[in-house]
């Protein structure tokens, strides 16, 4: 599989892409800076885990420049895919911010709240747009958005409006991409990765991404059906109170 993983200059999007490396697919590594999604990679120890210098032997690997907020990055993303033979099977976004946490309405910065929306739910839906053509061209392709059970109704976090908010969001593309794409067979699925030990997460987290990964590739590879009748679950393929 050729898969293409944005925020993969740390947590979630890091691991992915080493795990899926280390199954013998073809990753596609974009972040905002080459350098650091290079630290974030070679950082990451699997259980499994092959040296990062032995997988970059393997020559399956790209890391691209990618600010998922900007229409050249997206487009770069794209051309390099098609000069690459034009085909995509899966599209992982897991580039995020969570910004403006803890504060009252009244203290809220809306051009911040504004970012968080751009990052979070206009990125994912500026990416599909621009590999659609690609994907089309894969083998069972999916498209996997990272997002959070703070995008649900009943389990919105307190004073964390930015990010709640552009979650949902996202969960609602998720599902209009799903039934868009349900005649093409592409997987569509919103992703809730549990609270885990990244950057984001801190230390006390008690999922470890590597499980979450590997849940997701499971998903992506097809060796592991969801029956949820929503896009939104968790990395079991479980559905996500909404």
């Not at 199954?23 to 259980?47: D, M, P, W």
């Not at 409006?161 to 039934?179: G, I, P």
Request: aromatic share 6%; hydrophobic share 40%.
């Amino acid at each position: 599989m050729k898969i293409l993983i944005t925020g993969a200059s740390g947590g979630l999007g890091s691991v992915l892409a080493v795990l899926a490396l280390e199954r013998g697919h073809q990753v596609y590594a974009a972040g905002r800076s080459r350098e650091k999604v290079e630290k974030a990679l070679e950082s990451v120890r699997t259980k499994g885990y092959q040296g990062y210098r032995e997988l970059r032997k393997s020559r399956a690997l790209r890391i691209l420049p990618l600010d998922v907020t900007s229409e050249a990055d997206a487009k770069a993303c794209a051309r390099t895919v098609q000069e690459d033979g034009g085909a995509l099977d899966g599209l992982v976004n897991c580039a995020a911010i969570m910004i403006e946490r803890e504060k009252t309405l009244e203290d809220l910065d809306l051009d911040r709240v504004v970012e968080s929306f751009q990052v979070n739910t206009v990125g994912p839906m500026r990416m599909v747009q621009h590999l659609l053509p690609c994907l089309y061209r894969g083998e069972k392709a999916s498209v996997i958005n990272i997002s959070s059970e703070a995008g649900t109704i009943i389990n919105a976090y307190p004073s964390n409006y930015a990010y709640s908010m552009s979650k949902t969001a996202l969960n609602m593309f998720s599902e209009r991409l799903r039934e868009a794409m349900r005649e093409k067979d592409i997987l569509v699925y919103s992703v809730h990765p549990g609270w885990m030990r990244t950057n984001m997460g801190g230390t006390d987290a008690p999922a470890d991404p590597e499980d979450i990964a590997n849940g997701i590739l499971d998903l992506m590879e097809r060796k592991k059906r969801s029956y949820s009748k929503i896009s939104f679950i968790d990395a079991t393929g479980r559905p996500m109170p909404l």
